[in-house]
């Protein structure tokens, strides 16, 4: 899973900086939907490692170097994704995209 991640994050990162280059809104557009995926993969990897963490207590380090690791490509995923933003507006002048579709529950609190 983390090895999806990886690649979603390179190719969301690439497709962006080509965007940005030819002054593509839509190729921007389509890397700004990708983001949920991302986030959605993250928030799945991130059940999987606690739960290998609950499970026995010495997969506890390499779970949270890979949880690290996971959210540090999720946040290239934002960072693409903000980017895109910035395109849409370059070309347009405008921002009527909706809000984006968040995925990452792992920051969430339930509600009370």
């Not at 190729?27 to 939907?33: D, E, I, P, Q, S």
């Amino acid at each position: 899973m983390a090895i999806g991640q990886a690649e979603s994050s390179k190719s969301g990162a690439a497709d962006v900086l080509e965007a940005y280059r030819d002054g593509d809104a839509e190729r921007a557009l389509k890397v700004r939907a990708r983001d949920a995926e991302l986030d959605a993969q993250y928030t799945a990897l991130f059940r999987e490692l606690l739960t290998y963490m609950m499970e026995d207590a010495r997969n506890i380090t390499p779970c949270t170097h890979l949880l690290f690791m996971a959210k540090n490509l999720e946040r290239i995923g934002d960072h693409a994704t903000n980017i895109a933003e910035n395109i849409w507006f370059l070309v347009h002048g405008d921002q009527p995209l909706p809000p984006r579709d968040k995925r990452d529950e792992t920051s969430t609190t339930g509600s009370v």
